[in-house]
T-cell receptor, first 107, second 113 residues
Framework: KNEVEQSPQNLTAQEGEFITINCSYS?????LHWLQQHPGGGIVSLFMLSSGKKKHGRLIATINIQEKHSSLHITASHPRDSAVYICAVSSNYQLIWGAGTKLIIKP | ETGVTQTPRHLVMGMTNKKSLKCEQHLGHNAMYWYKQSAKKPLELMFVYNFKEQTENNSVPSRFSPECPNSSHLFLHLHTLQPEDSALYLC????????????FGPGTRLTVT
């Protein structure tokens, strides 16, 4: 079992839908990261959080330290949100990566 | 546009070739990283340099040889690669190694024939 598990692995939705991607982890962490990777490879950091909730535009990230769980939400999804969303946790001075969730938003 | 650049963006090489990947960061960071991303797998950390010193080598085969001449530049020298080494190679940097946000380059898509 991987130390960082994401679900779902693949998600296809219609434009405008509310999207939730989940991340569970089994190790002690100092922070959790959500990143976005577009086709072509480049990775962009979306959030780094250690408690509570952060919001940036249509993106919201939450974390529950007790339950070792985080969610990434996208409101009013748009085709340009189509990408792979990756969860990673900082643990013992290293990053442990989830396998990613491939999101496709259809117009 | 990020502050981390990588060249080349695409590379096709034969198994007997020698090539190098280059990464440069303009963010004033002190830690730099090489990652390998194979299809349908999580990112694999290969090497970490902190203040130009290699602090991590995740059991990477010797056909991959990193070099960090200064805090802004990182190279990955490749020789006698195998077809299974074909992957996306990503460079990242952060303020220091540890619990710091990492900034990624666009990656080099490597194909070994």
């Amino acid at each position: 079992k991987n130390e960082v598990e994401q679900s779902p692995q693949n998600l296809t939705a219609q434009e405008g839908e509310f999207i939730t991607i989940n991340c569970s982890y089994s190790v002690g962490i100092s922070a959790l990261h959500w990143l976005q990777q577009h086709p072509g490879g480049g990775i962009v950091s979306l959030f780094m959080l250690s408690s509570g909730k952060k919001k940036h535009g249509r993106l919201i990230a939450t974390i529950n330290i007790q339950e070792k769980h985080s969610s990434l939400h996208i409101t009013a999804s748009h085709p340009r949100d189509s990408a792979v969303y990756i969860c990673a946790v900082s643990s013992n001075y290293q990053l442990i990566w989830g396998a990613g969730t491939k999101l496709i938003i259809k117009p | 546009e990020t502050g981390v650049t990588q060249t080349p963006r695409h590379l096709v090489m034969g198994m007997t070739n020698k090539k190098s990947l280059k990464c440069e960061q303009h963010l004033g960071h002190n830690a730099m990283y090489w990652y390998k991303q194979s299809a349908k797998k999580p990112l694999e950390l290969m090497f970490v340099y902190n203040f130009k010193e290699q602090t991590e080598n995740n059991s990477v085969p010797s056909r991959f040889s990193p070099e960090c001449p200064n805090s802004s530049h990182l190279f990955l020298h490749l020789h006698t690669l195998q077809p299974e080494d074909s992957a996306l190679y990503l460079c990242a940097s952060s303020q220091m190694n540890g619990n710091y946000e990492q900034y990624f380059g666009p990656g080099t898509r490597l194909t070994v024939t």
